[in-house]
């Protein structure tokens, strides 16, 4: 993490002093130093200094945006420009984001603060933040003609409000969204209550992270704008499986992971080896009695969900979207199916010609992960990642929680591959196996329509007749 003294200086500043006054009734001595990271990361939580104290989230693969208090206002510095994002080892995106980084960094503020934030443009166009979720007045809530004019590039504007009331929020542009969110634009932003809250417990480990999508052609490093739904990189805060960092917790914590979805479909989110509870949405805490133990907890577009659970299992336990073409990476849709063809040989020739050509294994996806095809440069493998005991075959949105029973409290620090104790572990049987069970057949006296045992089955179709529409009344 660092600052830029020198990004905006001399009459940049003036300038920037003089088109938030039009819009802030404060009058500002100098803008915050905006504070910028580009490591890829998770950063180590970052404990308030200043202002009320709070229990604070760790962004997976992410970071918290410091701030300055003014007179007892808290100050952040958002600074929207185009960065260059590390989806995962060997693999970088040109994206736009703030502050270095896609998504941007994480705002923490506690409920009751009044909050002040500079947003200055350093991108090609208009752009504005819209604060997703949160109850402000109409003028602040970003929306580019409506609510206010767009930033202009190399200006900053000041957005100011009350953090009303404690959540889990995000924000993004709301000047042209589809092409400014496709290229990344987007941040988690939390509210933490003030004080006890009957309806938020506090917890031991508290995560948050955005899903995200994108469609970079292999080879290549910029997203297509225009894909409304057929992407190829499905992400945790534009980070992809084998590089979202794993989620490491004490055996007893309580943990929370707040998840928000700004792609353009809804995720299954599912935890393998515990059920957690849904305690809140954008809309707040959850009440008690609408609250059920979950697997699987399905986030629509837009939505935000808080998922609490007590880590009481210790292992390596799988945690991702349960949405089977999301946990792959440079997928193409229109990838043929070979299964039962040898076609290794070819291959070969073919991306001698086509760097870019991918096509399923004889024997299912999960070959890909063995074949030693070239990629072109700049190319996120199809299902990667090692495990402990070979290719986990698994890609995009897909991590591991890693609950150990002696891992220090705050210690968030990877404890390696979890050891199984004897006898707790799935293994080969090489004894003598009895005839498996089968359906039995058909019996002669069996329904009609039930085709016969052991026989061909044809399949006719009859064309509908002529009238009626075109259309047959059986």
Not at 116 to 128: A, D, H, P
Not at 188 to 205: C, M, Y
Request: hydrophobic content about 35%; overall charge neutral.
């Amino acid at each position: 993490m660092f600052s830029r003294r020198h990004f905006i200086g001399g009459s940049g500043i003036i300038a920037a002093a003089v088109t938030a006054s039009t819009v802030s009734r404060v009058a500002m001595a100098a803008l915050p130093e905006p504070v910028f990271q580009t490591k890829p990361d998770t950063q180590a939580p970052l404990v308030p200094n200043t202002g009320r104290p709070y229990n604070p989230v760790v962004t997976l693969n992410g970071w918290t945006l410091p701030w300055r208090m003014n007179r007892g206002v808290k100050e952040f510095h958002l600074v929207a420009e185009p960065v260059v994002r590390e989806m995962a080892p060997g693999f970088k995106a040109h994206l736009w984001g703030y502050n270095g980084q896609s998504p941007g960094p994480t705002i923490e503020v506690v409920e009751g603060d009044r909050v002040r934030i500079f947003v200055t443009n350093r991108l090609g166009e208009l752009t504005t933040v819209h604060w997703h979720g949160q109850r402000l007045p109409n003028g602040m809530d970003g929306v580019t003609g409506l609510t206010q004019p767009g930033i202009p590039p190399g200006k900053t504007y000041v957005y100011e409000f009350e953090a009303r009331r404690p959540g889990t929020f995000m924000y993004h542009p709301h000047a042209d969204e589809m092409v400014q969110m496709a290229m990344g634009m987007m941040g988690l932003w939390i509210t933490h209550p003030k004080g006890k809250h009957a309806l938020i417990d506090e917890v031991d480990r508290d995560f948050c992270f955005l899903l995200n999508a994108y469609d970079i052609e292999p080879g290549s490093a910029t997203p297509k704008i225009m894909t409304m739904l057929d992407f190829n990189l499905w992400s945790w805060n534009s980070r992809i499986f084998p590089g979202i960092d794993p989620l490491v917790v004490r055996l007893g914590d309580k943990v929370r992971i707040r998840v928000g979805n700004l792609t353009m479909t809804n995720h299954p989110i599912h935890l393998h080896g515990h059920e957690f509870q849904i305690t809140g949405t954008d809309g707040g805490p959850t009440p008690k009695a609408a609250r059920q133990f979950e697997v699987t907890a399905d986030v629509a577009v837009g939505q935000m969900r808080q998922l609490d659970f007590l880590a009481d299992e210790p292992g390596d336990w799988a945690f991702h979207c349960h949405k089977s073409h999301h946990t792959m990476n440079a997928m193409g849709h229109n990838v043929p199916t070979m299964i039962g063809v040898d076609h290794s040989d070819v291959v070969k020739k073919i991306t001698n010609l086509i760097p870019d050509y991918m096509v399923m294994g004889e024997r299912g996806m999960k070959d890909m992960t063995e074949m030693e095809m070239p990629l072109p440069d700049n190319t996120a493998s199809m299902m990667t990642g090692q495990g402990p005991f070979g290719a986990v075959g698994m890609g995009g949105m897909f991590s591991v929680l890693k609950v150990r029973k002696d891992q220090k409290r705050g210690d968030y620090s990877d404890p390696g591959w979890y050891v199984h104790p004897p006898g707790s572990q799935a293994y080969e049987f090489t004894g003598q196996l009895p005839d498996p069970a089968r359906a039995k057949p058909a019996a002669a006296n069996a329904k009609p329509g039930t085709p016969p045992s052991g026989g061909d089955i044809e399949v006719k179709v009859r064309k509908p007749n002529a009238g009626h529409g075109g259309h047959q009344g059986h």
